[in-house]
């Protein structure tokens, strides 16, 4: 399994509208790709700003290299990094999960 990070830097008044624009056409076509398995969306707001974080995980690093991610860097975003790409040694569910 291979992970994809992505972090990003916006306003927290703009936020939500960010987080709109993710739900509406970005994550529709993480979910659409072939051997995408999961999207997660993590935010940690300090003041101001808020750090974005696209954590994707993927069945094969090819199923990821096939994939054309519509996330572009955009108006809303004050700063993005490329996205970092790791081979998942290990994972374990929850019980119950």
Do not use: C
Not at 16 to 32: C, K
Not at 40 to 45: E, R, S
Not at 60 to 74: C, G, M, T, V, Y
């Amino acid at each position: 399994m291979i992970a994809r990070i992505w972090r990003g830097i916006l306003r927290v008044n703009i936020s939500e509208d960010y987080l709109r624009h993710l739900g509406e056409s970005v994550i529709p076509a993480y979910r659409a790709a072939e051997g995408n398995q999961s999207i997660h969306i993590l935010l940690d707001a300090q003041g101001e700003f808020v750090t974005i974080l696209l954590l994707s995980f993927w069945e094969s690093r090819a199923a990821l290299e096939a994939f054309r991610d519509p996330h572009k860097p955009d108006e809303f975003l004050l700063a993005s990094e490329a996205a970092t790409v790791y081979e998942v040694a290990a994972a374990e569910k929850a019980a119950g999960a």
